[in-house]
Nanobody
Framework: QVHLVESGGGLVQAGGSLRLSCAAS????????VGWFRQAPGKERDFVSA????????YYADSLKGRFTISRDNAKNTVSLQMNSLKPEDTARYYC????????????????WGQGTQVTVSS
């Protein structure tokens, strides 16, 4: 069973950048789309971005287009999320997961969630 581990989170000032990484072990996700979600305290888990198995198709939450970029390296079994021009409202725990369902923007369509990595953006 594939196990996902997120890394790269941290504390950054508004306007700064972070690069999150999602690494797979115990298996591979090269044949699946992979998505990123985020969840702030007391809020639902929201779709951030996703990438197709071959890396050709990418999907973003409308509010994040132009600031976030998703990419993948199937040889290294990793998916990355480059986050630029960060805002305090981007503060959340960020999770990656493997797409196994139908609706790519729905968390219900994903399995094998990682433990997440915390991103905190100070104003």
């Amino acid at each position: 069973q594939v196990h996902l581990v997120e890394s790269g989170g941290g504390l950054v000032q508004a306007g700064g950048s972070l690069r999150l990484s999602c690494a797979a072990s115990g298996g591979t996700f090269s044949g699946n789309a992979v998505g990123w979600f985020r969840q702030a305290p007391g809020k639902e888990r929201d779709f951030v971005s996703a990438i197709s198995a071959d890396g050709v198709a990418t999907y973003y939450a409308d509010s994040l287009k132009g600031r976030f970029t998703i990419s993948r390296d199937n040889a290294k079994n990793t998916v990355s999320l480059q986050m630029n021009s960060l805002k305090p409202e981007d503060t959340a725990r960020y999770y990656c997961a493997v797409f196994t369902g139908t609706l790519i923007r729905s968390p219900m369509a994903y399995e094998y969630w990682g433990q997440g990595t915390q991103v905190t953006v100070s104003s």
